[in-house]
């Protein structure tokens, strides 16, 4: 594939990119003089599985506006979320970092500060406007630079709060299990399809009001599918029924989990799932896919008849993956390709030829970065991630091949840190208390791509192990176990919003 081959050392990217910015910053201006900058809009679904998708090689997906839009942009095979989980994923795609470093610890946060330098910011700030059609998960009081379309799809009241489960507790929450698994089911409608059907609206009715003397826009489709309730109307679901592969197990893996891995099982009520549900499930999930893959056509069809057609930069992505039943899970929270390997497309036919694929880690904090430098701004000094706009003119540009996710949220004993780079994944989990150490996870995805063999354990492989974490810990600047502790005190403390939830029922 291209690419590959010009993956180098973090520190000489870095030192390549450095140099190449004032060159890459006067092409994009001598370009802007001459041309409008191009409008951004960008289509994040929810937990979408990447392998479900005809693009990345799923003969069995029915994706075919996505795959057009693959056709016809660049995909990137090895894409990843930086928390497998909705609102710390789309923290660190509005602020452009780790979550770690924003406190975006679990679903129940905001940013530092309603008027956060965000991604919505700094590209107002060069002229463009900047649009949320759909849910991002924000509060109900922020915004962060963006103009709401579509209607009100973010009222969430965010507290701060969180827990940690104790490293010894085994007991299973089965209610938990049982009220996600009783919406596995064919209908009409759902909470989500309503809302999307919505999106889509919303997004539709902007590309028929905008003119073409407008600013240039920024704009973001937040669609909730293919996340659950897994319901979908019946023609979608038949024509996968009975042929979706079951997941392989392996004699004693499940002994072998990680205490974290354990306790997602135990706090989400995923032991002992019955197979008639895990199979049900799969099939639901590739019809929900394949419908919301339908309501993304309908917004690509109106683009393509807009007068925006030719200059507007289309990207595809999710928030974070689905496990669908392997490796024993459902849903997301850990650090498994299922979860935490997203599908990312980058379309703009009038710079990059279609059918590309790039190679190389890559992560969304990179995918801001692109962001801004397409619409030629600026991303402040201490945001995270690269461009990869030198990378996508140029298959054969160096690119750093490292991308990082972290969890901090529900149902583990302890926060966990990923480190992806070349064939090697790296997972660090922080120590849960005194009478647990700190568990490591290693696997070589070039031979054991479905996870199942934990290097970790293996003494031959320990000077990689100390090279993978080094490199985690240089890249998060700070120790996990650091991390951890100061993740546990502010989940402890939460926000002071006192009175604040009944000042606005009030009002409303």
Known sequence: ???????????????????????????????????????????????????????????????????????????????????????????????????????????????????????????????????????????????????????????????????RRRADDTTVNWEAARQRFKDFHTGETSSVMEHDRRVTAGVLEFLSKRSPSDKPFFLVAGYLAPHFPLIVPERYWQHFRDRIPMPVIPEGFVESLPLNYKHLRYGFGLVNVAEETVKLG????????????????????????????????????????????????????????QASHIPLIISWPKRWKGGQRRQGACSIVDLVQTIVEVAGAHAPEDWNGHSMVRWMDDPTTPWKDMAVSQYYAHNIASGYAMLRTGRWKYVYHAAPDERHPAEQELYDLSADPMEFRNLARDPAYKDELQRLHRMLVKELGEDPEETERRCRAELARGYNRSGERRRARQAA
């Open 1 to 163: 594939m291209a690419g590959r081959k010009a993956l180098i050392p973090r520190r000489e990217f870095l030192r390549a990119a450095v140099a190449a910015a004032p060159l890459r910053w006067a092409r994009w201006v001598q370009g802007a003089l001459r041309d409008k900058p191009p409008n951004i809009l960008v289509i994040i679904s929810d937990e979408h599985n990447y392998q479900v998708a005809g693009c990345y090689g799923n003969s069995l997906a029915r994706t075919p506006n996505i795959d057009r839009l693959a056709a016809d942009g660049i995909t990137f095979e090895e894409a990843y979320c930086n928390s497998p989980l909705c609102v710390p994923s789309r923290l660190a795609f509005t602020a452009g970092k780790y979550i770690h470093r924003i406190s975006a610890w679990n679903n129940n946060c905001w940013l530092p500060s309603p008027d956060y330098p965000s991604i919505a910011r700094v590209l107002n700030g060069v002229g463009y406007e900047s649009f949320l059609c759909g849910k991002m998960h924000y509060d109900a009081t922020h915004r962060y630079g963006f103009t709401e379309i579509g209607g009100n799809m973010n009222q969430s009241f965010m507290t701060g709060r969180g827990s």
């Open 282 to 337: 799969r099939e639901l999930y590739y019809g929900l896919t394949e419908w919301v893959d339908e309501e993304i056509g309908k917004v690509l069809a109106a683009l393509r008849k807009s007068p925006f057609a030719e200059n507007t930069v289309v990207i595809y992505t999710t928030d974070h993956g689905e496990n669908m039943g392997e490796h024993t899970l459902w849903w997301k929270n850990c650090m498994y390709e």
